[in-house]
């Protein structure tokens, strides 16, 4: 299994301002996913980030707001730029499985982000 | 969009069997079912995944039709721990693969 520590746990920010949520995997993964959980929904996902190249957004999604990065295997970034109080939400950043065999996917613990 | 449909929420009492359908009519022929669950204020967490034989482990069971249309996700002995959303998810086998969630269904175990 991969064990995926995410920081901040918590937050709560002023509008306007942006935040860098921190996603880091004790083992080297190709493909790095990052989730939104607005309150009493479903994950969405953001975007897929590969180490090297651009991170891959979803329709509804756009760089400028949700900026990623992934400077190796075992780490990412997402920014939610210029917050609202519509960002408030859970971000989540997942990893898939490390074996053939074991493709389940795993989660971290969530950002519970407050904008105020 | 989630090519999965599960009822939104379903009750079930301490010690009975739960068992959760999911939908799944348009699943490709590469395609797995892979059940979650997220526990309130957790990530979610991986249960089971089949392909078209029924699969169990320490968690759970999960039955798959034989046409693969649609599929059960049975807990043996429902506890209050297992109070959580479970998510139904058909999706190749390949672990680079990104996952769509759909709505999930809310179970609520009864004391």
């Known amino acids: 299994s991969a064990v995926i520590s995410q920081k901040p746990s918590r937050d709560i920010c002023q509008r306007g301002t942006s935040l860098t949520i921190q996603c880091q995997v004790d083992?080297?993964?190709?493909?790095m996913f990052w989730y939104r959980q607005q309150p009493g929904q479903s994950l969405t996902l953001i975007a897929t980030?590969?180490?090297?190249?651009?991170?891959?957004?979803e329709s509804g999604f756009v760089i400028d707001k949700f900026p990623i990065s992934r400077p190796n295997l075992t780490f990412s970034t997402l920014t939610v730029s210029n917050m609202s109080p519509e960002d408030s939400s859970i971000y989540l950043c997942?990893?898939?499985?490390?074996?053939?065999?074991?493709?389940?996917?795993?989660f971290g613990q969530g950002t519970r982000l407050t904008v105020v | 969009d989630a090519k999965t449909t599960q009822p939104p929420s379903m009750d079930c009492a301490e010690g009975r069997a739960a068992n959760l359908p999911c939908n799944h009519s348009?699943?490709?022929?590469?395609?797995?079912v892979y059940w979650y669950r997220q526990i309130h204020s957790q990530g979610p967490q991986y249960i089971i995944h089949?392909?078209?034989n029924n699969e169990t482990n320490e968690m759970a069971s999960l039955i798959i039709t034989e046409d693969r249309k649609s599929s059960t996700l049975i807990l043996p002995h429902a506890t209050l721990r297992d109070t959580a959303v479970y998510y139904c998810?058909?999706?190749?086998?390949?672990?680079?693969?990104?996952?769509?969630f759909g709505k999930g269904t809310r179970l609520h175990i009864l004391p």
């Open positions: 083992s080297q993964v190709t493909m």
């Open positions: 089949g392909l078209k």
């Open positions: 348009t699943i490709s022929g590469n395609e797995y």
């Open positions: 998810i058909v999706r190749a086998m390949n672990r680079d693969d990104k996952i769509i």
């Open positions: 980030a590969n180490q090297g190249s651009e991170a891959t957004y």
């Open positions: 997942s990893v898939g499985g490390q074996t053939r065999v074991k493709t389940e996917a795993f």
